[in-house]
């Protein structure tokens, strides 16, 4: 083990409150998508620095160094790392919008929110507790009451398309409740969370060992961390394929508690009697925001069939204008995608499209020859027929857009996908509106808006986007586990 004051972060991880040298020598290389050039490289740890970090936290948290503390000073310390992040936003937006390629704004209103959502989970250190109960003692007169207590070491695993708010979304939660926390950021993105361990270690606010970072490969210090016998919890986000080996994982190893964010594939339904200015625009933005690189991004757009073409060329004009550029440059309004790979994949979508006989409206190509971008891109499928793009997530600015015919056809088409995360819904008739919300299958629904996230509100998926919620008190339970105590008076 090794700290030094003058080292180079970027090639050691963040564990037991120092910075370690990896067990091995890989690294990430990491890279601008704007450009296609590489920034720097970044250590990439394997099972054995995985093992050191989980031994950390379970240190501490079996020490109770954290959870010791009082509960209002506890809730104190987070609100002040929620201060200090907020006062270094210029420089987290800008390593996000480096590395992920997200426009500025975008990137800012990231740690805008990851702040409020620290400071939410603050408010909740000095409120959580049990309940006592009038228990029926047969003829034994019993006191019996319940406490919440912290699962244990967490496992946190995280994906690439909003790091650092994805990163916070799981520390927030763990630390409320009192838990220790391993973060393994994705592979594509590490810069964010190199930097924030930078800070952790200069600020000193925690004990040794309750925030470990280790940047990595998925498949190889993501999967040491779920298969480890001594996490008690994972919390995920990223696709529905690794949520699923991460509960296979669980299952093999100890049957660790497992909460899972996930893909969808949601659908966003336009009626011909809702505010056509407002619909188009933010069926624009529910696909084109973050370069469509957003769970729930509104990839399946339905549009009631006499509005049909009127909505389309609405949609593909906003597509068309939007200029696309470094996220750094104030006018950009959507940036690269994350990597040459994600562009090939979504080229690839575009390609079959194409092939099993879509209209493409507007977009479809690589734009430019620097860097990652894939014009905004708008396909019709006016006979709604079967189409791997209306079907599958592609996780790039691409819709899909199919005519219905009114609220009878909505829960079918709506359902007709093993997601539910995102849905949204254009109406002036709030009858519609609120019939529509209750027939669709998915963890949110939006209406006459599309995307709005808030702290106070439980986020997560129906079907394959998920397990369990994060945000509001929901999103607390998964790292809480409940004790029944009984006496015997
Ligand atoms: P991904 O599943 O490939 O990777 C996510 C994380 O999992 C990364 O840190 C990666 O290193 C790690 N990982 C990969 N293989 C692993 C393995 N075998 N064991 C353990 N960890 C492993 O997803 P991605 O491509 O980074 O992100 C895109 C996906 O994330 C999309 O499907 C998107 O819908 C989803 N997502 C969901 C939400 C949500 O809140 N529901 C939010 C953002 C992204």
Redesign the pocket.
């Known amino acids: 083990m090794s700290k030094h004051d003058q080292v180079d972060h970027d090639h050691l991880h963040y564990i037991g409150g120092e910075f370690v040298t990896s067990a091995g020598s890989a690294s990430i290389e990491v890279v601008d998508p704007a450009t296609g050039l590489r920034i720097k490289d970044v250590a990439a740890g394997d099972a054995q620095d995985i093992d050191r970090a989980v031994h950390a936290a379970r240190d501490c948290f079996d020490s109770r160094a954290w959870r010791k503390i009082a509960p209002a000073d506890r809730a104190n310390t987070l609100w002040t790392l929620a201060d200090r992040i907020a006062a270094h936003t210029d420089e987290f937006a800008e390593l996000e919008t480096r590395d992920n390629g997200m426009p500025l704004m975008f990137a800012k209103a990231t740690i805008a929110s990851l702040v409020n959502g620290l400071r939410y989970y603050a408010g909740m250190v000095t409120k959580l507790h049990g309940q006592t109960a009038d228990i029926s003692g047969n003829g034994r007169d019993l006191h019996a009451y319940t406490q919440s207590e912290p699962v244990g070491v967490v496992g946190s695993?995280?994906?690439?398309?909003?790091p650092l708010g994805?990163l916070i979304n799981k520390i927030a939660p763990a630390l409320a409740a009192g838990c220790s926390i391993v973060c393994?950021?994705?592979?594509?993105t590490p810069l964010s969370a190199v930097r924030l361990a930078q800070l952790l270690d200069e600020w000193k606010l925690f004990p040794a060992g309750l925030i470990n970072i280790v940047n990595g490969?998925?498949?190889i210090?993501?999967?040491a961390?779920?298969d480890h016998q001594d996490v008690d919890k994972l919390t995920?986000?990223?696709?529905?394929?690794?949520?699923k080996?991460?509960v296979h994982?669980s299952a093999q190893s100890n049957l660790k508690r497992v909460t899972l964010?996930?893909?969808?594939k949601s659908p966003l339904f336009i009626f011909d009697d809702a505010d056509l200015e407002k619909a188009i625009t933010g069926a624009a933005m529910a696909i084109f925001a973050n370069s469509g690189?957003?769970?729930?991004a509104g990839s399946r757009l339905y549009i009631q069939r006499g509005i049909f073409d009127k909505v389309i060329e609405g949609v593909a004009r906003v597509g068309a204008a939007m200029r696309l550029g470094s996220g750094l440059d104030p006018q950009t309004q959507m940036g690269p995608l994350v990597s040459a790979q994600q562009m090939a994949r979504v080229l690839s979508y575009v390609e079959s499209g194409i092939g099993e006989g879509a209209e493409l409206v507007c977009g479809g190509t690589r734009h430019g020859e620097q860097g990652f971008f894939v014009s905004p891109t708008v396909f019709a499928n006016r006979d709604r027929k079967p189409l791997t793009i209306a079907e599958e997530?592609i996780?790039g600015p691409v819709v899909t857009a199919m005519p219905f015919d009114g609220l009878e056809e909505l829960e079918v088409l709506a359902n007709a996908t093993p997601y539910g995360?995102g849905s949204g819904i254009y109406t002036s008739n709030v009858s519609t509106a609120h019939r529509a919300a209750k027939l669709i299958r998915a963890g949110n629904v939006w209406i006459n808006c599309y995307g709005i996230l808030d702290k106070a509100m439980p986020?997560?998926?129906f079907k394959q986007?998920?397990w369990g919620r994060?945000s509001g008190f929901e999103g607390i339970a998964p790292f809480l586990e409940s004790k029944s105590v009984y006496t015997l008076l």
């Open positions: 695993i995280t994906p690439w398309n909003a994805v393994k950021p994705a592979e594509q490969y998925g498949h210090a993501g999967q961390l779920a995920f986000t990223g696709s529905t394929a690794v949520g080996k991460l994982a964010e996930l893909g969808g690189q957003v769970c729930f997530e996780f995360l986020f997560g998926g986007s998920g994060e």
